[in-house]
C-alpha cells in the first residue's frame, strides 16, 4: 500500500513560485499515476495535474497550464508540483494521490491520498 506525504507549502506573494513534493512509501509507487488536486475553503475538491507511472504523459487542469508543471522521479518515490506565476485564486490545501487509472481526473479514481499541504497566495 503506498502512503504520501505532501510538502512544500506556504505562503508566496501573487506572481510567485512554489514547489510542492509528494513522498511516497510503498513498492507500487512506480506503477501509479500520481495526480495532484486543491480544495479552497468551502469549495469541492478539485482536479490540476496528473503524471501517468513512467512520467510519459501529462495532463492539467485549463486553469494551470502554462503555469503549473508536474513531474517525478521514480528512483526518489517522488512526485512534485512546480507552480509559478501564481495568483491569489491558487489559495488552497493541496493534495496529491495515487491512481492506477490513465491520467485519471476524477477523486473517485484516486485510491490513496496525502494529508495536503497549505498554499497561500498573498496579493
Known amino acids: 500500500q503506498v502512503q504520501l506525504v505532501e510538502s512544500g507549502g506556504g505562503l508566496v506573494q501573487t506572481g510567485g513560485s512554489l514547489r510542492l513534493s509528494c513522498a511516497a512509501s510503498g513498492r507500487t509507487f512506480s506503477s501509479k499515476s500520481m495526480g495532484w488536486f486543491r480544495q479552497a475553503p468551502g469549495k469541492e475538491r478539485e482536479f490540476v495535474a496528473v503524471?501517468?507511472?513512467?512520467?510519459?504523459?501529462?495532463y492539467y487542469e485549463d486553469f494551470v497550464k502554462g503555469r503549473f508543471t508536474i513531474s517525478r522521479d521514480n528512483a526518489k518515490n517522488t512526485v512534485y508540483l512546480q507552480m509559478s506565476s501564481m495568483k491569489p485564486e491558487d489559495t488552497a490545501v493541496y493534495y496529491c494521490a495515487a491512481s492506477i487509472a490513465y491520467l485519471a481526473t476524477r477523486p473517485l479514481q484516486y485510491t490513496v491520498w496525502g494529508q495536503g499541504t497549505q498554499v497561500t497566495v498573498s496579493s
Open positions: 503524471i501517468t507511472w513512467n512520467g510519459g504523459s501529462t
